[in-house]
Structures are given as C-alpha cells and as structure tokens.
C-alpha cells in the first residue's frame, strides 16, 4: 500500500517556465489537497478536491491549476513559474470530513 | 476565517522530562482540532484529533491533548519524552460547518535533548 505518492521529489526551474507536479493515491479517498510549506508559515492550502471532476480553491490559489480527472490522481499545475512559488509542495488525501489524513513526502521546488 | 496560534515556535526538553506544546484557535464557533508531526524531510502525520465527546485526547506515540472551550485552545502533552520525539509539531483546525477549510499553525520545533 504505497498511500500518497508525490513526483517528482525535487525541482529546478526557471522563472516563466511551467510543470506539473504529480500526486497519486491508492486508498480511493475521495478527498484530496494541494499545500504549500514556507519557513515560518505552516502549510496553507492551495486547491482541494471532494471528488472527481470537483475541485476549489483554497487560501492561496494563484498560479496554480487543478484537475481531478479520476479519483487516484490530483495534479498542480505551475502555469507560469515565479521565485514566489519556491517552497515545499505537498500533497494529501482523506476519507473523512475533508481532512487531511494522509500526506506526500513532499516535493521541494526551487524557482530561479 | 479561523486562525491558529502556536505561540512557541522553538521548545528544547531533556529526555524523559515532560512537554506541552500550546495551541490557541481564534474563533469560538464549534470546531474539529487536529495535531499533526512532522519528522525531517517528510510529510505530516495525524497524531490526534478532537472531534467530539471526551474534551481529552489521546493519540499515537503516548501524546494526548485537552480540548479546553473557554480557552480556545487545544494544546498537546506528553509525560516522558524520547529523542525519537524530535520533530515538528502543527495543530490544525476546521470549522464544523464546511470543513472545506483546514487552518494549520506556523507548528513548533520540539528538541529533545539527551
């Protein structure tokens, strides 16, 4: 049972580009959410999804797009990289109540 | 929108000696509490949560928590302390009306020193 698994792992780019980053989860949660983790801040949540085809925003969305296609994967979306966007990048899935019970191992993205 | 205060950022503690860890909410509408760890270079893990019933907690690892109304807060405790306990520490909180939102503090590095 792998639960969350979040690729890649770490990532370089260069302001303007856009990336993906991938999540998946095996434990068919139907809720899942993208959060971002900066020094002295705590995560906050980018976008979230209640389901397939089902996704909103969360405290600091722009930049970022979402899909929900199927309920194993989420995926976010840099559109247009900024050194603002440098952070860590975590994904999470949940059963119950819109929680986040499981998370990625995160993936550590710089923006030069 | 709800806010969540933890007010130590940093909380060294020798081995086998007692910690908490303080959380404060900000709204007084009925909510869902949460604490997470966070070990080096990983995601977080659900240590508790207070959903309803008994105002105490306890969770994985010998850690519980007290859910306390007036106070608003919901701070995390454990009697005896191991270096394996060296982690980063978040509350959380969600409004029981949505719970589409889910607030995490700035979380509180706990060293355990030996």
């Known amino acids: 049972n792998a639960g969350v698994t979040q690729t890649p792992k770490f990532q370089v780019l260069k302001t303007g580009q856009s990336m993906t980053l991938q999540c998946a989860q095996d434990?068919?949660?139907?809720?899942m959410s993208w959060y971002r983790q900066d020094p002295g801040m705590g995560l906050r949540l980018i976008h979230y999804s209640v389901g397939a085809g089902i996704t909103d925003q969360g405290e600091v969305p722009n930049g970022y797009n979402v899909s929900r296609s199927t309920t194993e994967d989420f995926p976010l979306r840099l559109l247009s990289a900024a050194p603002s966007q440098t952070s860590v990048y975590f994904c999470?899935?949940?059963?119950?109540?819109?929680?986040?019970?499981?998370f990625g191992d995160g993936t550590r993205l710089s923006i030069l | 929108a709800q806010s969540v205060t933890q007010l130590d950022s940093q909380v060294p503690v020798f081995e086998e000696a007692p910690v908490e860890l303080r959380c404060n909410y900000s709204?007084?509408?009925?909510?869902?509490l949460f604490w997470y760890v966070q070990y080096p270079n990983q995601g977080l893990q659900l240590l508790l949560k207070?959903?309803?019933?008994?105002?105490l907690v306890k969770g994985i690892n010998g850690f519980e928590a007290e859910f306390n109304k007036s106070q608003t807060s919901f701070h995390l405790r454990k009697p005896s302390v191991h270096i394996s306990d060296t982690a980063e520490y978040f509350c959380a909180v969600s409004d029981r009306g949505t719970g589409n939102q889910f607030y995490f503090g700035t979380g509180t590095s706990l060293t355990v020193i030996p």
């Open positions: 709204s007084s509408v009925s909510v869902y």
């Open positions: 207070y959903l309803s019933g008994s105002t």
């Open positions: 434990m068919n949660h139907e809720y």
């Open positions: 999470a899935s949940g059963l119950w109540g819109r929680q986040p019970q499981h």
